[in-house]
Protein backbone atom coordinates (compact mmCIF):
# COMPACT_ATOMS: atom_id res chain seq x y z
CA UNK A 1 0.00 0.00 0.00
CA UNK A 2 2.71 1.92 -0.52
CA UNK A 3 1.58 5.67 -1.78
CA UNK A 4 3.61 5.62 -5.37
CA UNK A 5 3.04 9.11 -6.46
CA UNK A 6 1.86 9.53 -10.14
CA UNK A 7 5.27 9.47 -12.80
CA UNK A 8 3.90 12.26 -14.14
CA UNK A 9 0.54 14.48 -13.61
CA UNK A 10 -1.38 15.89 -16.25
CA UNK A 11 -0.90 19.76 -16.85
CA UNK A 12 -3.85 20.33 -15.14
CA UNK A 13 -3.77 17.85 -12.33
CA UNK A 14 -0.53 19.71 -11.59
CA UNK A 15 -2.35 23.24 -11.32
CA UNK A 16 -4.96 21.92 -8.96
CA UNK A 17 -2.25 20.03 -6.98
CA UNK A 18 -0.03 23.27 -6.86
CA UNK A 19 -3.28 25.19 -5.80
CA UNK A 20 -4.47 22.65 -3.14
CA UNK A 21 -0.80 23.04 -1.79
CA UNK A 22 -1.31 26.90 -1.11
CA UNK A 23 -4.43 26.79 -0.16
CA UNK A 24 -3.08 24.35 2.71
CA UNK A 25 -0.41 26.79 3.47
CA UNK A 26 -2.80 29.96 2.82
CA UNK A 27 -3.28 31.87 6.46
CA UNK A 28 -6.61 32.14 7.75
CA UNK A 29 -5.55 35.90 7.61
CA UNK A 30 -4.21 35.81 4.08
CA UNK A 31 -7.47 33.69 3.12
CA UNK A 32 -10.20 36.26 5.24
CA UNK A 33 -8.68 39.11 3.42
CA UNK A 34 -9.33 37.51 -0.12
CA UNK A 35 -12.70 36.52 0.85
CA UNK A 36 -13.21 40.14 2.13
CA UNK A 37 -11.76 41.76 -1.26
CA UNK A 38 -14.07 39.06 -3.37
CA UNK A 39 -16.25 40.60 -5.68
CA UNK A 40 -19.17 38.35 -5.85
CA UNK A 41 -19.99 36.45 -2.54
CA UNK A 42 -21.05 32.85 -3.30
CA UNK A 43 -23.17 31.52 -0.92
CA UNK A 44 -20.84 28.22 -0.68
CA UNK A 45 -23.33 25.30 0.76
CA UNK A 46 -21.26 22.58 3.51
CA UNK A 47 -21.17 19.45 1.99
CA UNK A 48 -18.70 17.60 4.44
CA UNK A 49 -17.31 19.31 7.69
CA UNK A 50 -15.49 21.30 8.14
CA UNK A 51 -13.81 18.29 10.51
CA UNK A 52 -11.26 17.75 12.39
CA UNK A 53 -9.33 14.60 12.33
CA UNK A 54 -5.69 12.76 12.26
CA UNK A 55 -3.66 11.63 9.60
CA UNK A 56 -0.58 9.00 10.13
CA UNK A 57 2.66 10.65 8.98
CA UNK A 58 5.00 7.80 7.69
CA UNK A 59 8.68 7.70 7.68
CA UNK A 60 11.30 5.85 5.68
CA UNK A 61 13.15 3.45 7.34
CA UNK A 62 16.77 5.61 6.82
CA UNK A 63 15.46 7.90 5.12
CA UNK A 64 14.16 6.33 1.72
CA UNK A 65 13.97 2.68 2.47
CA UNK A 66 10.18 0.70 3.74
CA UNK A 67 7.60 3.23 5.52
CA UNK A 68 6.78 3.23 9.19
CA UNK A 69 4.38 4.77 10.89
CA UNK A 70 5.87 8.19 12.80
CA UNK A 71 2.91 9.87 14.32
CA UNK A 72 0.21 11.65 13.90
CA UNK A 73 -0.60 14.95 13.01
CA UNK A 74 -4.44 16.79 13.09
CA UNK A 75 -5.96 17.38 10.09
CA UNK A 76 -9.17 19.39 9.37
CA UNK A 77 -10.68 19.27 5.79
CA UNK A 78 -13.95 20.40 3.97
CA UNK A 79 -16.09 20.09 1.10
CA UNK A 80 -18.66 22.73 -0.05
CA UNK A 81 -20.55 23.35 -2.97
CA UNK A 82 -20.80 26.40 -4.90
CA UNK A 83 -24.54 27.37 -6.08
CA UNK A 84 -22.91 26.69 -9.99
CA UNK A 85 -22.41 22.97 -8.88
CA UNK A 86 -18.77 23.24 -8.33
CA UNK A 87 -17.23 21.28 -5.86
CA UNK A 88 -14.38 22.66 -3.78
CA UNK A 89 -12.06 20.78 -1.62
CA UNK A 90 -9.39 21.56 1.18
CA UNK A 91 -7.51 19.92 3.85
CA UNK A 92 -5.03 21.36 6.12
CA UNK A 93 -2.85 20.69 9.27
CA UNK A 94 -4.12 21.97 12.05
CA UNK A 95 -7.41 22.65 13.56
CA UNK A 96 -8.63 25.78 11.95
CA UNK A 97 -12.20 24.70 10.58
CA UNK A 98 -12.94 28.59 9.58
CA UNK A 99 -9.03 28.55 7.51
CA UNK A 100 -10.23 24.91 6.22
CA UNK A 101 -13.89 26.07 5.22
CA UNK A 102 -12.43 28.95 3.31
CA UNK A 103 -10.10 27.07 1.48
CA UNK A 104 -12.30 25.05 0.28
CA UNK A 105 -14.39 27.97 -1.24
CA UNK A 106 -11.58 29.06 -3.16
CA UNK A 107 -10.71 25.85 -4.41
CA UNK A 108 -14.18 25.88 -6.15
CA UNK A 109 -13.77 29.09 -7.28
CA UNK A 110 -10.46 28.43 -8.49
CA UNK A 111 -12.19 25.82 -10.31
CA UNK A 112 -14.27 28.32 -11.84
CA UNK A 113 -13.17 30.03 -15.59
CA UNK A 114 -15.03 33.46 -14.23
CA UNK A 115 -12.80 33.72 -10.83
CA UNK A 116 -9.65 31.60 -11.15
CA UNK A 117 -7.93 34.07 -12.72
CA UNK A 118 -8.93 36.26 -9.43
CA UNK A 119 -7.95 33.85 -7.28
CA UNK A 120 -4.90 33.46 -8.48
CA UNK A 121 -3.80 37.06 -8.66
CA UNK A 122 -5.21 37.65 -5.44
CA UNK A 123 -4.70 34.82 -3.58
CA UNK A 124 -2.65 32.01 -4.72
CA UNK A 125 0.58 33.98 -5.99
CA UNK A 126 0.58 36.35 -2.94
CA UNK A 127 0.54 33.21 -1.21
CA UNK A 128 3.32 31.44 -3.10
CA UNK A 129 5.38 34.74 -3.29
CA UNK A 130 5.25 34.67 0.58
CA UNK A 131 6.31 31.42 1.01
CA UNK A 132 8.68 31.42 -1.24
CA UNK A 133 10.14 34.93 0.81
CA UNK A 134 10.28 32.56 4.25
CA UNK A 135 11.80 30.07 2.54
CA UNK A 136 14.47 32.39 1.07
CA UNK A 137 15.10 34.08 4.01
CA UNK A 138 15.53 30.70 6.23
CA UNK A 139 18.07 29.62 3.89
CA UNK A 140 19.92 32.81 4.25
CA UNK A 141 19.95 32.55 7.37
CA UNK A 142 20.75 28.59 7.31
CA UNK A 143 23.71 29.83 5.00
CA UNK A 144 25.15 32.20 7.33
CA UNK A 145 25.84 29.37 9.88
CA UNK A 146 27.44 27.48 7.27
CA UNK A 147 31.31 26.22 8.69
CA UNK A 148 33.79 27.50 6.26
CA UNK A 149 36.80 25.37 7.20
CA UNK A 150 40.12 27.01 6.73
CA UNK A 151 43.86 25.24 7.25
CA UNK A 152 46.02 26.75 9.06
CA UNK A 153 49.67 26.55 7.87
CA UNK A 154 51.94 26.42 10.76
CA UNK A 155 55.94 26.24 11.28
CA UNK A 156 58.27 26.34 8.61
CA UNK A 157 57.78 25.27 4.93
CA UNK B 1 -17.21 -8.90 50.80
CA UNK B 2 -16.93 -5.54 48.37
CA UNK B 3 -17.54 -2.10 50.62
CA UNK B 4 -17.78 0.56 48.69
CA UNK B 5 -16.21 4.19 49.92
CA UNK B 6 -17.33 7.41 49.44
CA UNK B 7 -16.56 10.90 50.33
CA UNK B 8 -14.17 12.72 48.39
CA UNK B 9 -15.87 14.71 46.20
CA UNK B 10 -15.83 17.95 47.79
CA UNK B 11 -12.08 17.46 48.48
CA UNK B 12 -11.39 16.32 44.73
CA UNK B 13 -13.43 19.35 43.57
CA UNK B 14 -11.58 21.93 46.06
CA UNK B 15 -8.03 20.17 45.22
CA UNK B 16 -8.86 20.95 41.14
CA UNK B 17 -10.17 24.81 42.30
CA UNK B 18 -6.63 24.65 43.79
CA UNK B 19 -4.49 23.49 41.16
CA UNK B 20 -6.33 26.06 38.73
CA UNK B 21 -4.80 29.09 41.15
CA UNK B 22 -1.45 27.60 41.46
CA UNK B 23 -1.12 26.92 37.70
CA UNK B 24 -2.69 30.92 37.41
CA UNK B 25 -0.01 31.88 40.10
CA UNK B 26 -0.04 35.23 41.06
CA UNK B 27 -2.54 37.22 38.75
CA UNK B 28 -0.33 40.94 38.96
CA UNK B 29 1.61 38.58 36.46
CA UNK B 30 0.48 38.49 32.80
CA UNK B 31 -0.81 35.15 31.50
CA UNK B 32 1.11 33.34 29.27
CA UNK B 33 -0.30 33.00 25.71
CA UNK B 34 -0.54 29.71 23.86
CA UNK B 35 1.45 32.00 21.04
CA UNK B 36 3.79 32.43 23.41
CA UNK B 37 4.69 29.43 24.88
CA UNK B 38 4.45 28.08 21.08
CA UNK B 39 7.30 31.04 20.31
CA UNK B 40 9.02 30.92 23.29
CA UNK B 41 9.39 27.56 24.72
CA UNK B 42 9.35 25.79 21.32
CA UNK B 43 11.21 22.94 22.55
CA UNK B 44 9.54 21.73 25.57
CA UNK B 45 6.32 21.80 23.05
CA UNK B 46 8.90 19.90 20.41
CA UNK B 47 9.03 17.19 22.88
CA UNK B 48 5.12 16.99 23.65
CA UNK B 49 4.33 16.97 20.24
CA UNK B 50 6.89 14.13 19.91
CA UNK B 51 6.51 12.07 22.83
CA UNK B 52 2.37 12.26 23.06
CA UNK B 53 2.63 10.91 19.00
CA UNK B 54 0.99 14.20 17.81
CA UNK B 55 1.70 16.93 15.91
CA UNK B 56 -0.18 20.04 16.26
CA UNK B 57 2.29 23.07 17.94
CA UNK B 58 -0.68 24.83 19.16
CA UNK B 59 -2.44 22.28 21.02
CA UNK B 60 0.93 20.72 22.52
CA UNK B 61 1.51 24.48 24.11
CA UNK B 62 -1.65 24.08 25.65
CA UNK B 63 -1.45 20.77 27.48
CA UNK B 64 1.92 22.46 28.87
CA UNK B 65 0.50 25.22 29.88
CA UNK B 66 -2.39 23.15 31.31
CA UNK B 67 -0.09 21.28 33.01
CA UNK B 68 1.81 23.68 34.59
CA UNK B 69 4.42 22.58 32.52
CA UNK B 70 4.83 19.06 33.80
CA UNK B 71 5.44 17.54 29.75
CA UNK B 72 4.53 13.52 31.14
CA UNK B 73 1.50 15.39 31.90
CA UNK B 74 1.02 17.26 29.10
CA UNK B 75 2.23 14.33 26.61
CA UNK B 76 -0.44 12.65 28.46
CA UNK B 77 -3.20 15.17 27.87
CA UNK B 78 -2.62 15.01 24.76
CA UNK B 79 -2.66 11.15 24.21
CA UNK B 80 -6.15 11.83 25.05
CA UNK B 81 -6.90 14.12 23.27
CA UNK B 82 -5.59 12.34 19.49
CA UNK B 83 -8.01 9.41 20.84
CA UNK B 84 -10.91 11.60 20.82
CA UNK B 85 -10.84 12.01 16.84
CA UNK B 86 -11.11 10.25 13.86
CA UNK B 87 -8.47 9.31 11.58
CA UNK B 88 -8.64 10.48 8.58
CA UNK B 89 -5.74 8.75 6.53
CA UNK B 90 -2.07 8.19 5.85
CA UNK B 91 0.32 10.48 4.81
CA UNK B 92 2.47 9.60 1.58
CA UNK B 93 6.00 8.86 3.64
CA UNK B 94 7.72 11.86 4.52
CA UNK B 95 10.85 12.48 1.73
CA UNK B 96 13.41 13.86 3.80
CA UNK B 97 15.69 14.27 1.32
CA UNK B 98 13.59 17.48 0.17
CA UNK B 99 13.61 19.00 3.56
CA UNK B 100 14.02 22.73 4.31
CA UNK B 101 17.36 22.30 6.17
CA UNK B 102 17.36 24.94 9.23
CA UNK B 103 20.19 22.53 10.72
CA UNK B 104 22.79 19.99 9.13
CA UNK B 105 25.59 18.25 10.34
CA UNK B 106 27.97 15.33 9.50
CA UNK B 107 30.96 13.58 12.09
CA UNK B 108 32.50 11.91 9.18
CA UNK B 109 32.21 13.96 6.11
CA UNK B 110 33.85 17.55 6.84
CA UNK B 111 33.57 18.65 3.72
CA UNK B 112 29.99 17.35 2.25
CA UNK B 113 27.82 18.40 -0.53
CA UNK B 114 25.48 21.42 0.61
CA UNK B 115 28.30 22.14 3.80
CA UNK B 116 27.82 21.77 8.09
CA UNK B 117 24.95 24.17 8.35
CA UNK B 118 25.14 24.83 12.16
CA UNK B 119 22.12 26.53 12.66
CA UNK B 120 20.01 27.61 15.84
CA UNK B 121 22.49 25.55 18.04
CA UNK B 122 23.08 25.16 22.05
CA UNK B 123 26.26 23.67 20.88
CA UNK B 124 30.00 25.58 21.13
CA UNK B 125 27.07 27.94 23.99
CA UNK B 126 29.33 28.29 27.17
CA UNK B 127 26.72 26.69 29.05
CA UNK B 128 26.34 30.25 31.18
CA UNK B 129 23.50 32.21 32.50
CA UNK B 130 22.79 35.38 30.31
CA UNK B 131 21.76 37.56 32.50
CA UNK B 132 20.58 40.01 30.11
CA UNK B 133 17.50 37.60 29.67
CA UNK B 134 16.47 38.49 33.14
CA UNK B 135 14.88 41.40 31.17
CA UNK B 136 13.38 41.86 28.21
CA UNK B 137 16.34 43.27 26.07
CA UNK B 138 15.88 43.55 22.29
CA UNK B 139 17.71 41.04 20.28
CA UNK B 140 19.46 40.90 17.13
CA UNK B 141 18.36 39.71 13.68
CA UNK B 142 19.86 36.84 12.81
CA UNK B 143 23.11 37.16 9.99
CA UNK B 144 22.08 36.22 6.54
CA UNK B 145 24.29 34.92 3.57
CA UNK B 146 23.18 34.25 0.02
CA UNK B 147 22.22 30.32 0.65
CA UNK B 148 24.10 28.37 -2.78
CA UNK B 149 21.82 26.50 -4.75
CA UNK B 150 23.45 23.21 -3.99
CA UNK B 151 21.67 20.31 -3.43
CA UNK B 152 22.22 19.21 0.72
CA UNK B 153 23.02 15.37 -0.24
CA UNK B 154 22.52 12.21 2.38
CA UNK B 155 25.41 10.87 4.28
CA UNK B 156 24.02 7.59 3.78
CA UNK B 157 23.74 8.35 -0.23
CA UNK B 158 27.67 9.42 -0.13
CA UNK B 159 28.99 6.05 1.84
CA UNK B 160 26.82 4.39 -0.50
CA UNK B 161 28.71 4.69 -3.40
CA UNK B 162 31.30 2.81 -2.14
CA UNK B 163 28.95 -0.07 -1.37
CA UNK B 164 30.40 -0.07 2.15
CA UNK B 165 26.98 0.45 3.96
CA UNK B 166 24.08 -1.58 4.07
CA UNK B 167 21.00 0.29 2.48
CA UNK B 168 18.11 2.27 4.18
CA UNK B 169 16.47 -0.94 5.53
CA UNK B 170 13.46 -2.32 3.58
CA UNK B 171 10.70 -5.49 4.05
CA UNK B 172 9.52 -7.51 1.35
CA UNK B 173 7.06 -6.15 -0.78
CA UNK B 174 3.95 -7.37 0.44
CA UNK B 175 5.09 -6.08 3.96
CA UNK B 176 2.51 -3.03 5.41
CA UNK B 177 3.53 -1.31 8.15
CA UNK B 178 2.46 -1.87 11.26
CA UNK B 179 0.75 0.64 13.70
CA UNK B 180 1.04 0.30 17.35
CA UNK B 181 -2.25 2.41 17.92
CA UNK B 182 -4.46 -0.12 16.17
CA UNK B 183 -2.65 -3.56 17.19
CA UNK B 184 -1.73 -4.87 20.61
CA UNK B 185 2.28 -5.54 20.86
CA UNK B 186 3.75 -9.31 19.98
CA UNK B 187 7.46 -9.26 20.53
CA UNK B 188 9.33 -9.96 18.11
CA UNK B 189 8.56 -6.89 16.80
CA UNK B 190 9.73 -5.92 13.16
CA UNK B 191 11.81 -2.50 12.66
CA UNK B 192 8.61 -0.69 11.36
CA UNK B 193 7.44 -0.47 14.41
CA UNK B 194 9.93 -1.15 16.66
CA UNK B 195 10.59 2.85 15.25
CA UNK B 196 7.13 3.84 15.79
CA UNK B 197 7.49 2.96 19.27
CA UNK B 198 10.62 4.98 19.74
CA UNK B 199 9.76 7.58 17.92
CA UNK B 200 7.13 8.31 21.02
CA UNK B 201 9.40 6.95 23.40
CA UNK B 202 10.45 8.81 26.74
CA UNK B 203 13.71 10.94 25.53
CA UNK B 204 15.16 10.69 29.37
CA UNK B 205 14.93 6.57 28.73
CA UNK B 206 16.30 6.30 25.25
CA UNK B 207 18.92 8.22 26.05
CA UNK B 208 20.01 6.57 28.93
CA UNK B 209 19.57 3.13 26.88
CA UNK B 210 21.83 5.16 24.07
CA UNK B 211 24.58 5.72 26.54
CA UNK B 212 24.48 2.45 27.92
CA UNK B 213 25.67 1.34 24.50
CA UNK B 214 28.50 3.98 24.41
CA UNK B 215 29.66 2.60 28.12
CA UNK B 216 29.94 -1.22 26.33
CA UNK B 217 26.54 -2.44 27.23
CA UNK B 218 25.65 -3.61 23.74
CA UNK B 219 28.98 -1.32 22.36
CA UNK B 220 28.66 -0.70 18.30
CA UNK B 221 30.95 1.78 17.63
CA UNK B 222 28.66 5.09 16.61
CA UNK B 223 29.44 7.40 14.27
CA UNK B 224 27.15 10.42 13.35
CA UNK B 225 26.63 10.22 9.50
CA UNK B 226 23.96 13.23 9.87
CA UNK B 227 21.70 15.03 11.82
CA UNK B 228 19.12 17.23 9.72
CA UNK B 229 16.50 19.64 11.08
CA UNK B 230 13.95 21.02 8.82
CA UNK B 231 10.43 21.64 7.26
CA UNK B 232 9.64 18.79 4.99
CA UNK B 233 5.92 18.54 3.41
CA UNK B 234 3.04 16.33 4.62
CA UNK B 235 1.21 15.04 1.49
CA UNK B 236 -1.94 12.85 1.25
CA UNK B 237 -3.36 10.96 -1.35
CA UNK B 238 -6.58 12.33 -2.47
CA UNK B 239 -9.22 9.81 -3.68
CA UNK B 240 -11.43 12.26 -4.82
CA UNK B 241 -8.75 13.82 -6.88
CA UNK B 242 -6.15 10.82 -7.96
CA UNK B 243 -3.25 12.42 -7.08
CA UNK B 244 -1.30 13.42 -3.53
CA UNK B 245 -1.67 16.85 -1.81
CA UNK B 246 0.10 18.72 0.15
CA UNK B 247 -1.36 19.02 3.59
CA UNK B 248 1.07 21.92 4.80
CA UNK B 249 4.52 21.03 6.69
CA UNK B 250 5.77 20.01 9.96
CA UNK B 251 9.10 20.24 11.16
CA UNK B 252 11.00 17.06 12.07
CA UNK B 253 14.21 16.04 13.07
CA UNK B 254 16.35 13.35 11.45
CA UNK B 255 19.33 11.27 12.54
CA UNK B 256 21.73 8.69 10.59
CA UNK B 257 23.75 6.79 12.64
CA UNK B 258 26.54 4.78 11.19
CA UNK B 259 28.26 1.94 13.02
CA UNK B 260 31.41 -0.03 12.21
CA UNK B 261 30.75 -3.86 12.19
CA UNK B 262 32.92 -6.23 12.09
CA UNK B 263 30.36 -8.91 10.45
CA UNK B 264 29.00 -11.93 11.34
CA UNK B 265 27.54 -14.83 10.05
CA UNK B 266 24.60 -13.33 9.29
CA UNK B 267 25.81 -10.25 7.81
CA UNK B 268 29.49 -9.23 5.94
CA UNK B 269 32.31 -6.29 7.39
CA UNK B 270 30.46 -3.40 6.64
CA UNK B 271 29.03 -0.11 8.16
CA UNK B 272 25.58 -0.69 9.71
CA UNK B 273 22.93 2.09 10.24
CA UNK B 274 20.67 3.31 13.37
CA UNK B 275 18.00 5.79 12.18
CA UNK B 276 16.15 8.40 14.24
CA UNK B 277 13.08 10.38 12.97
CA UNK B 278 11.53 12.31 15.57
CA UNK B 279 8.56 15.16 15.45
CA UNK B 280 9.68 18.92 16.50
CA UNK B 281 13.72 20.25 16.78
CA UNK B 282 14.78 17.53 19.02
CA UNK B 283 18.76 15.82 18.46
CA UNK B 284 19.29 13.93 21.48
CA UNK B 285 16.30 12.28 21.03
CA UNK B 286 16.79 11.74 17.44
CA UNK B 287 20.24 10.21 18.53
CA UNK B 288 19.25 8.32 21.38
CA UNK B 289 16.56 6.92 18.95
CA UNK B 290 19.44 6.03 16.03
CA UNK B 291 21.77 4.06 18.80
CA UNK B 292 18.83 2.44 20.20
CA UNK B 293 17.21 1.54 16.70
CA UNK B 294 21.19 0.07 16.00
CA UNK B 295 21.41 -1.94 19.51
CA UNK B 296 17.73 -3.67 18.65
CA UNK B 297 18.96 -4.83 15.10
CA UNK B 298 21.62 -7.70 17.19
CA UNK B 299 19.43 -10.36 16.40
CA UNK B 300 19.12 -9.25 12.85
CA UNK B 301 22.71 -8.78 12.37
CA UNK B 302 23.67 -11.97 14.38
CA UNK B 303 24.83 -9.96 17.09
CA UNK B 304 25.12 -11.53 21.16
CA UNK B 305 22.06 -10.41 23.23
CA UNK B 306 23.95 -9.55 26.22
CA UNK B 307 22.92 -5.49 27.11
CA UNK B 308 19.73 -3.86 27.88
CA UNK B 309 19.35 -1.60 25.39
CA UNK B 310 19.78 -5.17 22.67
CA UNK B 311 16.48 -6.57 24.49
CA UNK B 312 13.65 -5.59 22.05
CA UNK B 313 10.81 -6.62 24.90
CA UNK B 314 12.47 -4.89 27.37
CA UNK B 315 13.35 -1.40 25.33
CA UNK B 316 10.02 -1.29 23.86
CA UNK B 317 7.84 -2.52 26.85
CA UNK B 318 9.57 0.36 28.84
CA UNK B 319 9.56 3.28 27.03
CA UNK B 320 6.32 4.89 26.47
CA UNK B 321 6.06 7.19 29.43
CA UNK B 322 2.32 7.51 29.58
CA UNK B 323 1.96 3.71 30.37
CA UNK B 324 5.24 3.62 32.51
CA UNK B 325 3.29 7.08 34.35
CA UNK B 326 0.30 5.08 34.86
CA UNK B 327 1.32 2.22 36.28
CA UNK B 328 4.19 3.95 38.64
CA UNK B 329 1.21 6.80 39.33
CA UNK B 330 -1.57 4.29 40.22
CA UNK B 331 0.64 3.23 43.36
CA UNK B 332 -0.58 6.36 44.78
CA UNK B 333 -4.39 6.04 45.05
CA UNK B 334 -6.43 3.93 47.40
CA UNK B 335 -5.21 0.43 48.05
CA UNK B 336 -6.77 0.37 51.61
CA UNK B 337 -8.40 -2.96 51.35
CA UNK B 338 -5.28 -4.63 49.72
CA UNK B 339 -2.93 -3.06 52.39
CA UNK B 340 -5.52 -4.07 55.33
CA UNK B 341 -5.32 -7.29 53.98
CA UNK B 342 -1.24 -7.75 53.80
CA UNK B 343 -1.30 -6.47 57.36
CA UNK B 344 -3.37 -9.28 58.64
CA UNK B 345 -1.21 -11.28 56.85
CA UNK B 346 2.21 -9.78 57.41
CA UNK B 347 0.89 -9.89 61.27
CA UNK B 348 -0.29 -13.62 61.17
CA UNK B 349 3.00 -14.89 59.77
CA UNK B 350 4.91 -12.71 62.40
CA UNK B 351 3.04 -14.04 65.00
CA UNK B 352 3.61 -17.51 63.94
CA UNK B 353 7.37 -16.99 64.48
CA UNK B 354 6.70 -15.42 67.23
CA UNK B 355 4.85 -18.14 68.66
CA UNK B 356 7.63 -20.60 67.55
CA UNK B 357 10.69 -18.38 69.30
CA UNK B 358 8.64 -18.64 72.54
CA UNK B 359 8.32 -22.83 72.28
CA UNK B 360 12.16 -22.95 71.46
CA UNK B 361 13.00 -21.12 74.17
CA UNK B 362 10.91 -22.32 76.60
CA UNK B 363 11.88 -25.92 75.51
CA UNK B 364 15.58 -24.97 76.01
CA UNK B 365 15.15 -23.29 78.97
CA UNK B 366 13.51 -26.76 80.38
CA UNK B 367 16.64 -28.97 78.98
CA UNK B 368 18.99 -26.64 80.63
Partial sequence: ?157 | MYVAVKGGEAAINNAHRLLADRRRGDRSLPSMTIEQIVEQLGLAVDRVMAEASLYDRSLAALAARQSRGDLIEAIFLLRAYRTTLPRFGMSVPLDTARMQVERRVSATYKDLPGGQLLGPTFDYTHRLLDPSLLEDQPVDEPARRPAPDEEVMRVSDILAHEGLIEGDGSFPEEHEAGDLTREPMEFPMPRDLRLQALARGDEGFLLALGYSTQRGYGRNHPFVGEIRIGEVEVEMDMPELGFAVSLGRIRVTECQMVNQFKGSAKAPPQFTRGYGLVFGQSERKAMAMSLVDRALRAQELGEDIIAPAQDEEFVISHSDNVQATGFVEHLKLPHYVDFQAELALVRRMRGDIEKARTQDDDMQEAAE
Fill in chain 1, 1 to 157: MTAVREPALRPEQAARQRAAGLLAKATIAELKAAWDGLPQKPAAKPVRGPETGLVMVRGRIGGGGAPFNLGEATVTRATVLLPSGTAGHAQALGTSKEKVRLAAVFDALWQEEATQNWVEAELLAPVEDRLAAEDRQKAEETAATRVDFFTMVRGED
